[in-house]
């Protein structure tokens, strides 16, 4: 019931904002379906928390403590996104930038967007969630390319080619473990089910199974932006709008990495040497590096915190290839706090471009005397992005960081530089743009800063304490993947 | 092995030789041709192997590729091409004879990688998945090679091609609703590479991807 409530409820959004999305009040209905939606979550997760694991519809859909968990906070960035998206897209409607039919466009592709991350999410079997993943480009391709100009045009060109042909790997991966699944579970629908996968996994070819794995890692990973297959993911967070910057950082690359983490359970159960969790922590690493180096050579806003994002997805992906419980807790922590802070830096980085009236870094400055709470925002934001205590990434890297001590001491100095760097570059750009001389105009509309502070004070918050029924909870999924 | 097996067997073969044939061709026109003809064969060898094994839902995979992927892609692709005047289309970024060659090296290393799995099959077509990943590295070349943006679509859909013929052979098809999602997802894709494509032509009055270079690192 509650699981036709999260699937339901966005993708009648979608439907009904797409007759009626060009609409005055379009924006409210479209933060009220994103509530209905988080609303139903947190029933899910309540009822998940009561009664443990359960499956619907044939077992077609089912829901564990690391899914559910992923559900509930897709669906309350999802919200507060949309509630920041009210008066952005009204500001930029406003100054001229989308017209009607776009906006009509935007709140329908918006609703079907999360539609595809809980389908994703949800979905027991392998297949739908190729599809579903495959559904979230498509539905975000033309939100990229909104403003028609030239540069929206290219980045949505490329993220569309290469996410389509990196997830075409993906789909020659599944066909794979469809190949070895079947062997063992027969013919039809429940060889590729998670759940019955699972339970024969150490029947499974290892042989197909480990190629079956690079290939998903591969396909997923282009989503996830790992270096070298990130090449759309900067591009794409900076030409759009954006409230779509905030959901494909906070909402996408979460989703996929997800779909690579189930995927490498699957495969660790059916090989005895760690062959998935290598490869994983090479990625991870390998974006880490990369990234941290590319984002002092910025000069968009939005695309120096589009690559502070695949930094963040390498530590996650490094995280989970190390494996083990601490790890796993750390890297969900990782995933929770990165997906919170980096759509709120986001809002404020989208207020801040339409009050200067551009993106370049170099223009953007003394943002606290115009409107000192954007200011704030910001460098509060990149401050708990950098991973400085007592904010939740703090935690959740120092984890990662004595873990990796422990386990994989090579690793530890390329991490430790990769951050020292990556912090030079943000604190370095951040600081100018929020002190000094203000070029920043006045907004026509009031900017939504109620969702940049919930945010940071969540991330605030799991840094100082992480209540226990999520310590538990995170635990639970943990021993799930680790 | 049976008659059956070795219709499939021609059309695989068929189909890498579409896949080579496409790699070499210059017209966009001849292309979408080409494009359906692989179609056909894929479907083809779907209904082969659906008659000769019995499994129902091959049949409903196979009607699902005539009516997409000959029927009605080739048709949308063809009025695309008409409203926007591109028939002619002659770049690529190697070239032709260069491509070839990389080609069959893609495709000696699809046959190198694809033996083992091959030898665990045990349907009837299990000498096809080495020609099936075959194609879909002949496809991706092609994206990777050509300039415009109509070959690379065309590219990307053979690519596709490719997976539901490894789905066939080496599985007997997928579940059929992971087939009808793929399917959808095919199909709402061409209509946004649709609609892109005027967007792009609007914006830069020509469909040559070299316009798009813009967003670099320096």
Redesign the interface.
């Known amino acids: 019931m509650e699981i036709a409530l999260v699937l339901g409820v966005p993708l009648a959004g979608g439907l009904l904002l797409g007759l009626v999305g060009h609409r005055s009040w379009a924006p409210e209905v479209n933060a009220l379906m994103s509530l209905v939606t988080f609303g139903a979550s947190v029933l899910l997760t309540a009822r998940v928390i009561a009664d443990g694991p359960m499956s619907a519809l044939d077992e077609?859909f089912f829901v564990d403590p690391f899914n559910v968990f992923l559900v509930a906070l897709t669906a309350f960035v999802a919200f507060t996104t949309a509630l920041f998206s009210r008066p952005y897209m009204r500001i930029e409607q406003h100054h001229g930038r989308v017209n009607a039919a776009r906006l009509r466009l935007y709140h329908s592709m918006y609703q079907l967007f999360s539609f595809t991350m809980v389908l994703c999410l949800l979905s027991n079997?392998v297949?739908?969630l190729?599809?579903a993943l495959?559904?979230a480009t498509?539905s975000t391709?033309?939100l990229v390319?909104l403003y028609?100009?030239?540069?929206s045009?290219?980045?949505?060109?490329?993220y569309?080619?290469l996410c389509?042909?990196g997830i075409?790997q993906a789909?020659?991966g599944?066909?794979?473990l469809?190949?070895a699944a079947?062997?063992v579970l027969g013919?039809?629908?429940t060889?590729?089910l998670w759940t019955h996968l699972y339970e024969v996994r150490d029947q499974l070819?290892p042989?197909?199974l480990s190629?079956a794995f690079v290939f998903l890692l591969v396909g997923f990973g282009t989503k996830v932006g790992l270096v070298p297959l990130h090449n759309w993911l900067p591009?794409a967070h900076?030409?759009g709008p954006t409230p779509i910057s905030a959901v494909l950082s906070g909402l996408l690359l979460n989703v996929a990495l997800y779909a690579v983490v189930r995927s490498k359970v699957l495969i660790d159960g059916a090989l005895e040497r760690n062959f998935s969790g290598g490869l994983m922590m090479g990625f991870g690493l390998l974006s880490v590096v990369v990234a941290a180096f590319?984002l002092s050579?910025q000069r968009d806003i939005k695309r120096m915190f589009a690559y502070s994002s695949i930094e963040h997805m390498g530590i996650m992906t490094f995280a989970f290839g190390m494996g083990g419980a601490v790890a796993a807790f750390a890297g969900l922590l990782h995933m929770t706090v990165h997906s919170l802070t980096k759509s709120a830096i986001f809002f404020t980085v989208g207020h801040a471009s339409q009050a200067t009236g551009t993106q370049n870094m170099a223009q953007i400055r003394g943002l606290i005397e115009q409107s000192p709470m954007i200011g704030w925002g910001l460098a509060l934001g990149s401050l708990a992005i950098l991973g400085m205590p007592p904010f939740g990434v703090f935690t959740s890297e120092f984890m990662i960081l004595t873990t990796a001590m422990h386990e994989h001491p090579w690793a530890t100095p390329f991490l430790l530089v990769a951050l020292g760097v990556a912090f030079a570059a943000i604190f370095g750009k951040v600081q100018p743009m929020v002190f000094g001389e203000s070029t920043a105009g006045r907004l026509p509309h009031p900017p939504a800063l109620v969702p940049v502070f919930v945010h940071l004070g969540i991330v605030l918050l799991l840094g100082v304490y992480i209540p226990p029924y999520l310590t538990d909870w995170y635990r639970q999924a943990a021993r799930l993947i680790g | 092995m049976s008659l059956a097996g070795q219709i499939v067997n021609l059309l695989a073969a068929l189909l890498l030789l579409i896949g080579f044939a496409m790699l070499a061709q210059r017209r966009i026109l001849t292309l979408i041709h080409l494009f359906a003809w692989q179609g056909a064969a894929l479907a083809a060898s779907t209904l082969i192997v659906a008659y000769s094994t019995g499994q129902t839902h091959l049949y409903f995979s196979a009607a699902l590729t005539v009516t997409l992927k000959v029927i009605l892609i080739p048709w949308v692709l063809h009025r695309l091409i008409d409203r926007l005047n591109v028939r002619w289309d002659v770049e690529t970024l190697i070239n032709i004879p260069t491509t070839l060659l990389i080609g069959i090296a893609l495709a000696i290393f699809a046959f190198a990688l694809a033996t083992p799995i091959s030898q665990l099959a045990n349907t009837i077509t299990r000498s096809t998945l080495g020609i099936a990943l075959a194609s879909v590295l002949l496809a991706f070349l092609m994206m990777i090679v050509r300039r415009k943006a109509v070959p690379q679509v065309i590219g990307f859909l053979a690519m596709e091609n490719g997976l539901f013929f490894a789905a066939t052979s080496a599985t007997y098809g997928m579940p059929l609703v992971v087939e009808l999602g793929v399917a959808l997802d095919v199909l709402v894709g061409t209509f946004i590479f649709g609609i892109f494509f005027f967007h792009i032509r609007e914006q830069f009055d020509s469909l040559d991807i070299r316009h798009m270079e813009t967003l670099k690192e320096d």
């Not at chain 1, 045009?153 to 490329?158: R, V």
């Open positions: 077609q079997n297949g739908i190729w599809v495959e559904g498509l391709v033309l390319s028609r100009t030239p540069a045009l290219e980045a949505a060109w490329k569309f080619i389509s042909v075409a789909l020659f599944v066909i794979l469809y190949f079947e062997k013919p039809g629908g060889s590729l070819e042989t197909v190629l591009d900076a030409e590319f050579r």
